[in-house]
């Protein structure tokens, strides 16, 4: 990418988003071509159109997505597919209207199958069996990335796609029942310390293991990937590296200085047992991870105004 590039960041304000934006700054780019979700609706296919006719961005980075935890995904199905596949679809879509460069888009790691082997490979993709409690919003990410395969084999459009492993950073979603495992924890012994509590309760078993990438690392991987990468298949981004839930909980009881004892809710769903991202493609290519877990997490910690942080799930953007 040149410097002097016009880059469109869908999803700025978010969690990845506002990342990849330092990121690009830090990079020396400069030229953003940036919107909130309340000056457009992504869901709104004239809209896009008008903005992508107005603007001719060339590099395009689709962060924007309505995401959420276990709870929000099984009680906003219907949103999660539809808000994703609309959003997804008019960007891909008026990138190639308008000869847009180049395009990476962000799916998830929860498009890989429940039962897949680990760790998990991305010729994986389809071969079984969604996790059902993100299934909706599995189904929205796997339309994307068969979007931009399409449009790539039909029309040559230079897009890629990119499938992080669980995320945290600054600017995540902390509302304890739409929010993301790690971000949830913290809140929660946060405000256990703050209120002199005897215990933690732990939604699930603790068993199951999870990889965790801060999304600055993920941002850094973005920007090699959008300098680099120009071939077709979907590439993975994580550490290589998991934790189960307790051991997790009791990392982040260190960095809070929570001094109670920890409860698992054992009636609350776990789950898919593992998911741990095989990162072989992209260690190859010469990228690799430099958060470490409880350095990343002491940071955000340390960085969080809780009278401030957004609570609830949006479209981010």
């Given at each position: 990418m040149e410097k002097n590039a016009k880059i469109y960041?869908?999803?700025?304000?978010?969690?990845?988003?506002?990342?990849?934006?330092?990121?690009?700054?830090e990079a020396g780019f400069h030229n953003?071509?940036?919107?909130?979700?309340?000056?457009?609706?992504l869901r709104n296919q004239a809209a896009v159109e008008r903005f992508f006719a107005e603007e001719q961005p060339e590099y395009?980075?689709?962060?924007?997505?309505?995401?959420?935890?276990?709870?929000?995904?099984?009680?906003?199905?219907?949103?999660f597919i539809y808000d994703n596949l609309l959003i997804e679809a008019n960007i891909i879509h008026q990138s190639y209207q308008h000869k847009v460069k180049k395009l990476l888009f962000l799916g998830s790691s929860c498009i890989y199958p429940k039962m897949a082997p680990q760790p998990l490979k991305e010729e994986y993709l389809l071969s079984g069996y969604l996790e059902p409690t993100n299934e909706p919003y599995a189904l929205a990410k796997i339309a994307g990335i068969k979007l931009c395969e399409a449009y790539r084999s039909q029309y040559q459009c230079n897009f890629i796609s990119v499938m992080p492993t669980n995320l945290y950073g600054y600017h995540d979603n902390y509302d304890l029942q739409t929010s993301h495992v790690l971000p949830a924890l913290l809140r929660k012994f946060h405000e256990a310390r703050q209120q002199r509590l005897q215990q933690?309760?732990?939604?699930?078993?603790?068993?199951?293991?999870?990889?965790f990438l801060h999304a600055d690392d993920l941002a850094d991987a973005c920007l090699f990937l959008m300098q680099t990468y120009n071939g077709a298949e979907p590439i993975n981004i994580g550490t290589g590296e998991d934790i189960s839930i307790k051991d997790l909980a009791l990392l982040i009881?260190?960095?809070?200085?929570?001094q109670g004892e920890l409860v698992f809710n054992t009636s609350m769903p776990d789950g898919t047992p593992r998911k741990l991202l095989d990162v072989i493609r992209l260690t190859t290519l010469g990228w690799q991870y430099s958060i470490e877990l409880k350095q990343g997490i002491t940071q955000v910690y340390e960085s969080l105004d809780w009278h401030s942080e957004p609570t609830s799930v949006s479209l981010t953007s």
């Amino acid at each position: 990418m040149e410097k002097n590039a016009k880059i469109y960041i869908a999803g700025h304000r978010g969690m990845v988003g506002s990342a990849l934006l330092r990121k690009l700054q830090e990079a020396g780019f400069h030229n953003f071509i940036l919107r909130t979700s309340a000056e457009l609706d992504l869901r709104n296919q004239a809209a896009v159109e008008r903005f992508f006719a107005e603007e001719q961005p060339e590099y395009v980075f689709l962060a924007a997505a309505k995401v959420g935890g276990i709870h929000a995904n099984n009680t906003q199905k219907a949103e999660f597919i539809y808000d994703n596949l609309l959003i997804e679809a008019n960007i891909i879509h008026q990138s190639y209207q308008h000869k847009v460069k180049k395009l990476l888009f962000l799916g998830s790691s929860c498009i890989y199958p429940k039962m897949a082997p680990q760790p998990l490979k991305e010729e994986y993709l389809l071969s079984g069996y969604l996790e059902p409690t993100n299934e909706p919003y599995a189904l929205a990410k796997i339309a994307g990335i068969k979007l931009c395969e399409a449009y790539r084999s039909q029309y040559q459009c230079n897009f890629i796609s990119v499938m992080p492993t669980n995320l945290y950073g600054y600017h995540d979603n902390y509302d304890l029942q739409t929010s993301h495992v790690l971000p949830a924890l913290l809140r929660k012994f946060h405000e256990a310390r703050q209120q002199r509590l005897q215990q933690v309760e732990i939604w699930g078993s603790g068993n199951p293991k999870r990889e965790f990438l801060h999304a600055d690392d993920l941002a850094d991987a973005c920007l090699f990937l959008m300098q680099t990468y120009n071939g077709a298949e979907p590439i993975n981004i994580g550490t290589g590296e998991d934790i189960s839930i307790k051991d997790l909980a009791l990392l982040i009881k260190e960095v809070t200085g929570f001094q109670g004892e920890l409860v698992f809710n054992t009636s609350m769903p776990d789950g898919t047992p593992r998911k741990l991202l095989d990162v072989i493609r992209l260690t190859t290519l010469g990228w690799q991870y430099s958060i470490e877990l409880k350095q990343g997490i002491t940071q955000v910690y340390e960085s969080l105004d809780w009278h401030s942080e957004p609570t609830s799930v949006s479209l981010t953007s």
